[in-house]
């Protein structure tokens, strides 16, 4: 067995510090630049991440550094290197059967009638995958031999890297089956047709120099997945037996991070693998198993997920209690691939310096690994310079002036604050007070976020546009958005959120606790990233937020204007979150502000408040024992926001994804008067598992789909209400979209919304 390097992280961010790989990639996909410029920027980005990871202490020729760039996703990566891309793409290979960089993309994104893979979201986190589809038509055969390129690449560079790819069991566990897949079909049971390729990529890369390869198999840690733990563990067993016993191959690590290994850890102890990597900042030092004598164990100590500096003297005991285990021996790493983090807080010119001593972005906690590493080798006296830096700005942190706010905390909480009257008492009062229509008509919030929107925040933001000529210019979006929802006949209104860059930034920005980062970027899928605030102090609202637009739209209309905040858990989900306590306090904390926020926007006459929770899924932790605190304190969390609101206020709720069943418990406790969801991409089905659970509140589920540019007609979507009204009570149904639309334009958002206002005012006819 090759020797495994002291310290190394699992992966590295690939956008480029200054998102180059995004303006590269776009500007290939308008055509302005072709493939050849863009795979010189690729491989320049490459080539500084190789540079920049040595610099930063890791070895050039121990593969220490992984080889873990993407050109759009990993999970897209390994199936096309695979070959196991859907039939309607099938056309797009070459004339010698490799996929290359334009089909890649086309499987991507789509190209007319042909779909792309759908996107979901990688395990607890806000990064999304694409979705392999695999049936038993799907033919596997290595058919991208760009890892491959990669490791010579490195190599011509002075470079020895471990290549890194999704591993086969999580490739096939995050799988859907292909639309020609017969019923009940689990790609799982390709597992053994699989397997070959993964030999034939390791025999590849081994020619090309790499002497390390990690296969990433998360799968295998989330109780979340259709498939069980144990059925996962058989299937690694049996696929890394065949990989493991190959004959020409690297040595391999299996890593897989985001929890607990559990159980499993066994099975990969008994494997013929060389290395395993355990996630220790989510998961627990394992058990000690038969046969470690011959493993080398990676404890991912440094959190992937978080950009805090953290506690270094606690990753190092960690690191000694899975030395105790009895494994050949132990290195240092992160807990995930950094590809989570923003590249660099050094390059934050404009953060307060104290709070840049409590961060490690991915580059920080590179040097955090190197520092552990050396520890490993030469003792705790050796770095304990480094050791007790990170503790003084621990020290520091836990009494700086904004981190506890005596304010704050002196709220006290009473059982009432978290509900509010019996519904039935509610739902009387608001008919009363509200007197809509049956299927009420609605949007989710945000209008189209035009060009002209971006370009005045903009001018505004460069100090180009004085701060009235840019409220008066958002004035009149909102007076026309008002206008046009009158006149198409929408019952409920919203002022359509141009003010707004981002729905969780906006209330960062207006809160206390939070702060900005100026490039700090993290990928959420494909070309996009985003920009997640910090949330370092005690969170409090130094003045109202949305009172004043929410007002100002009021004042336009006869109809009921609905505010519109965002929820805890979604401002939680999408920021950079304090990790000096628990998540339930801090969720506490934005719940109060928002409180305020709602008792504000009623005393201005708002009588309708949503209050958007999309990521309330997403938190949901991976293992089943772990998600009913998680479901209490978050729905606490919403409750206590919206709990204060008066009986004839009506509060909504949008939910962004038709997973219905997984958290219909947490759903029905929300306890919201009314809760939108997605509906329009499953045709409704979402509908089945309303009526058979019997939730009895307001539902919208959607009817159309704004992920789509395509309208949709007025009989499609009669017919999605109408399969609606035949299993739901209509007293219960409202009518909307999925979700806001605000990556629409406004031709096209203008036509659905006719559309299902005609389609609305059939159905009426008939209830
Ligand atoms: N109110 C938000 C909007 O309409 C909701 C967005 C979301 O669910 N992601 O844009
Ligand atoms: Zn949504």
Redesign the pocket.
């Known amino acids: 067995m090759t020797a495994f390097p002291q310290g190394t992280i699992l992966g590295y961010p690939r956008i480029g510090r200054r998102r180059e790989l995004k303006k590269a990639v776009e500007s290939f996909w308008s055509g302005r630049s072709d493939l050849q410029q863009l795979e010189q920027t690729a491989a320049g980005l490459r080539a500084a991440t190789r540079e920049r990871l040595a610099t930063l202490g890791l070895g050039r020729d121990d593969s220490a550094i992984p080889e873990s760039f993407s050109y759009y996703d990993q999970v897209l990566d390994a199936a096309v290197t695979v070959g196991a891309i859907p039939a309607r793409f099938e056309n797009l290979r070459e004339a010698d059967g490799t996929i290359g960089l334009p089909a890649y993309f086309t499987i991507a994104r789509g190209e007319g009638e042909r779909a792309p893979l759908e996107m979901t979201k990688w395990f607890d986190s806000n990064y999304h995958y694409l979705v392999p589809e695999i049936g038993p038509e799907t033919t596997f055969s290595l058919s991208s031999d760009r890892l491959v390129r990669q490791v010579e690449e490195a190599v011509a560079a002075g470079f020895v890297t471990r290549p890194v790819v999704v591993g086969p069991v999580t490739l096939l566990a995050l799988a859907k089956a292909s639309d020609d897949a017969p019923e009940g079909f689990d790609p799982l049971s390709r597992l053994d047709d699989l397997v070959p390729v993964y030999v034939e990529l390791l025999a590849r890369l081994k020619a090309a120099g790499a002497e390390w390869v990690q296969l990433d198999e998360p799968a295998l840690v989330s109780e979340s997945l259709p498939t069980s733990v144990e059925k996962l563990a058989d299937a690694a067993a049996r696929a890394l037996d065949v990989i493991g016993g190959s004959a020409e191959r690297p040595s391999i690590l299996v890593a897989a991070p985001y929890a607990s290994l559990e159980a499993t850890f066994s099975v990969l102890v008994a494997a013929p693998i060389e290395a395993i990597a355990v996630d220790l900042v989510r998961g627990a030092v394992p058990a000690a198993a038969a046969g470690l004598a011959d493993k080398i164990l990676v404890g991912g100590v440094i959190d992937g997920h978080n950009i805090w500096r953290g506690d270094l003297s606690d990753a190092f005991e960690k690191l000694d209690a899975l030395g105790q285990l009895g494994a050949a021996s132990v290195s240092a790493s992160t807990s995930t691939s950094l590809l989570h983090v923003p590249h660099d807080v050094t390059d934050e010119s404009a953060l307060d310096e104290r709070l840049v001593s409590w961060l490690a972005f991915a580059d920080q906690k590179v040097e955090q690994v190197v520092t552990l590493a050396r520890g490993l080798a030469g003792g705790r006296p050796a770095i304990k310079e480094a050791l007790d830096a990170a503790s003084a700005a621990l020290d520091d942190r836990r009494s700086a002036p904004g981190v506890r706010d005596g304010s704050v905390r002196s709220r006290a909480l009473a059982e009432g604050d978290f509900s509010r009257a019996a519904y039935a008492e509610r739902e009387a009062a608001q008919q009363e007070a509200l007197g809509l229509p049956a299927l009420p008509l609605t949007?989710?919030?945000?209008f189209p976020q035009t060009g002209d929107i971006r370009r005045a925040r903009a001018q505004f933001l460069r100090g180009e546009l004085s701060n009235e000529d840019y409220e008066a210019f958002l004035r009149r979006e909102i007076d026309s958005v008002v206008d046009l929802q009158e006149e198409l006949g929408l019952d409920v209104l919203v002022h359509g959120?141009p003010e707004r860059n981002d729905?969780v930034q906006y209330f960062a920005e207006n809160l206390d606790g939070f702060t900005v980062t100026e490039n700090g970027w993290v990928q959420s899928y494909g070309s996009r990233a985003t920009r997640p605030s910090i949330l370092w102090g005690d969170v409090s609202r130094p003045a109202p937020i949305t009172v004043g637009w929410s007002t100002y739209a009021q004042s336009k209309t006869a109809k009921h204007m609905k505010g519109?905040l965002t929820g805890p858990v979604t401002i939680l989900a999408w920021s950079f979150v304090r990790d000096d306590q628990p998540l339930a306090d801090t969720a506490n904390q934005v719940a109060l502000a928002l409180r305020d926020e709602i008792a504000d926007l009623e005393s201005a006459g708002i009588a309708v408040i949503?209050v958007?929770e999309?990521a309330l899924r997403e938190l949901l932790p991976l293992k089943k024992a772990d998600q009913p605190s998680y479901l209490d304190w978050s729905v606490a969390s919403f409750r206590l926001a919206t709990g204060g609101a008066g009986t004839a206020t009506q509060v909504h709720t949008?939910l962004?994804y038709s997973e219905f069943g997984v958290v219909i418990d947490a759903i029905r406790a929300l306890d919201a008067d009314v809760t939108s969801i997605e509906a329009a991409r499953s045709r409704m089905d979402v509908v089945t598992d309303i009526a058979e659970v019997g939730f009895d509140h307001g539902i919208g589920p959607g009817v159309y789909d704004i992920h789509s540019p395509r309208v949709p007609t007025v009989d499609e979507i009669e017919s999605l209400l109408r399969r609606a009204v035949d299993e739901i009570p209509t007293r219960q149904l409202w009518v909307n979209p999925d979700?806001?639309?605000?990556t629409r334009g406004y031709d096209e958002t203008t036509a659905s919304l006719r559309n299902i206002v005609e389609a609305t005012r059939r159905v009426r006819e008939d209830v």
């Not at 979700?739 to 605000?742: D, Q, T």
């Open positions: 949007t989710i919030g945000s959120e729905m519109m949503q958007d999309p949008h962004c979700c806001g639309l605000k």
